[in-house]
């Protein structure tokens, strides 16, 4: 299946604090912001596949993606998907008890992230267009922290292909 992949993407984190109650008496604001236009290819600022997927984690269970080998159900295309390099990922925990959380965890020889504890309401988001992480053999983990129904919303961009 011949594929084009275009992403857009845009970062922005600003905030300002002023304190005038302590003796240090300090005030400060910053902004960082990130656009990223990114192409099909395997260069720099490039991407091949794309892979999203929505999860309800119920209970004391774990969902488990395997990105060397995961099912594609979307853009009218089912098959298979294998990913070798992650260029982008976001993990957003939308739904679940107040005061819970999911850890995440990669494949130790994929990225080294185990146990990222990620709020109801927060993100994990990495981005490295410029070299990217590989990936290994070996699931990709959710699980919840306290009992409960969590939904999370999995999203990956980077190298692969697509196989029927």
């Not at 845009?10 to 912001?33: C, I, M, P």
């Not at 494949?107 to 990222?116: K, L």
């Amino acid at each position: 299946m011949p594929t084009s992949l275009t992403v857009s993407g845009n970062t922005r984190l600003a905030w300002s604090l002023s304190d005038t109650q302590t003796t240090a008496k300090f005030s400060g604001s910053a902004e960082r912001l990130t656009n990223r236009s990114i192409t099909n290819g395997t260069g720099v600022n490039q991407a091949t596949v794309a892979f999203s997927r929505s999860l309800t984690i119920t209970g004391t269970n774990n969902a488990t993606i395997a990105l060397d080998n995961a099912t594609v159900t979307s853009f009218d295309y089912s098959g298979k998907i294998a990913f070798t390099n992650i260029r982008e990922q976001l993990v957003s925990v939308s739904t679940g008890p107040t005061g819970g959380w999911v850890l995440f965890s990669a494949p130790a020889a994929a990225t080294g992230i185990s146990g990222i504890a990620v709020r109801v309401g927060g993100q994990l988001h990495l981005v490295d267009y410029a070299t990217g992480v590989s990936t290994a053999t070996g699931s990709w983990t959710f699980q919840n922290g306290p009992t409960g129904t969590y939904g999370v919303d999995f999203t990956v961009v980077g190298l692969g292909t697509y196989a029927d």
